[in-house]
């Protein structure tokens, strides 16, 4: 089955510094890789996503680029805010198939 | 659409008692999973269904853990006996497959506390 490994699992910055996560997959059929957002206390929710056929997609401050050869993806964050503060987990899937997540990272944004 | 409805939000026991988490999917979803989130363990998902029938129940822990889903519109997750060790956040999903790209929608969480 898929294995998603996810890097760091704390990364903390500096409003404004750019974030970056990094997951690897291990499954060569996975073609959607979406990220999920949890802010303390609350439920996972998904902020962007990207299929293999796409190198890069950007939704604002937020990007995710996808390296299929390498089998690993990121998500990179611009001019962070606290508001940012929250675990974003990665997850990699074979079209509808059920995703499978990685272990999550805390990013915490210090004002 | 109310979203992913779970219900209690918080539940507190002690060791030995049953538990029972409840969970009402997003109308129209086919897909539900079961979920328990721990700092150790990260994001762990249990079981999920397909139209009501279990698919994989691989991740469920042990025999205490048993999860059923009678119609298309709730799913109980039980624990018996529960043990200090199954305390967690228990998270139930739901997503509509194959062109949705299984997007999952989350519920609250329930936060269980065995004593």
């Known amino acids: 089955g898929e294995n998603v490994e996810q890097h760091p699992s704390t990364l903390s910055v500096q409003e404004g510094d750019s974030a970056v996560i990094k997951c690897t997959y291990s499954d060569s059929a996975s073609n959607y890789f979406p990220w999920y957002k949890q802010e303390l206390g609350k439920r996972p929710q998904l902020i962007i996503d990207i299929r293999s056929n796409v190198g890069e997609k950007k939704d604002q401050r937020i990007a995710v680029t996808l390296n299929k050869t390498a089998k690993h993806f990121s998500l990179h964050i611009t001019e962070t805010q606290p508001e940012d503060s929250a675990v974003y987990f990665c997850a990699a899937s074979e079209g509808s198939y059920i995703p499978t997540f990685g272990r999550g990272t805390s990013l915490i944004v210090h004002p | 659409d109310a979203g992913v409805i779970q219900s209690p939000r918080h539940e507190v026991t002690e060791m030995g008692q049953e538990v029972t988490l409840r969970c009402k999917p997003i109308s129209g979803h086919d897909y539900l999973f079961w979920y328990r989130q721990t700092m150790m363990r990260g994001l762990e998902l249990l079981i999920y269904?397909?139209?009501?029938?279990?698919?994989?129940d691989s991740g469920m822990p042990e025999d205490r853990f048993s999860a059923k889903m009678p119609n298309a519109s709730f799913s109980t997750l039980k624990i018996q006996p529960s043990e200090p060790r199954d305390s967690a956040v228990y998270f139930c999903?739901?997503?509509?497959?194959?062109?949705?790209?299984?997007?999952?929608?989350f519920g609250a969480g329930t936060r269980l506390s065995v004593l």
């Open positions: 269904f397909n139209n009501n029938v279990p698919i994989d």
């Open positions: 999903a739901s997503s509509r497959g194959v062109l949705a790209k299984n997007i999952q929608y």
